[in-house]
């Protein structure tokens, strides 16, 4: 899909975003499901030690992510006013492989298992 230019002011957008396993990456849509504006940033696999080798992400580091594309999208799409939602109240579906509770924390992640405890609806909630 080629992202393109929003369909007029005041359209209505939303977004969606893929936690996967390399990367993760966010759309955001306008009310024809066109794909508007695209971004994605690779999923943090956690630090090198060399005490200890390879350390697995933590949950902060895979939502810092999700956010960051987040904040991307908006920023591409011009902002809140532009696209007919207010500061904060954007519409967004965030999908990871494995279990999201009711509350927005990621609680199991096959692909990312250092990733339990990212708080996703949190920092999405900018």
Known sequence: M?????SG?????ALGID???TKVLGVAIDRDDRVV???RVATPHGATDPDRGSLPAVGADVAEAVADV??????SVGGSAAVGWPAGEWPIGA???????RDGVLR????LPG????????LLDL
């Not at 080629?2 to 929003?6: L, Q, V």
């Not at 002011?9 to 957008?13: E, H, T």
């Open 9 to 13: 002011a005041g359209a209505s957008l």
């Open 19 to 21: 936690i996967g396993g």
């Open 108 to 111: 199991f992640s096959p692909n």
């Open 2 to 6: 080629t992202p393109g230019s929003p």
């Open 95 to 101: 999908g990871a492989p494995g279990l999201v509770d």
């Open 37 to 39: 504006a695209e971004a």
């Open 115 to 122: 990733a339990a405890g990212a708080d996703i609806r949190r």
């Open 70 to 75: 987040a904040a991307a999208l908006r920023q």
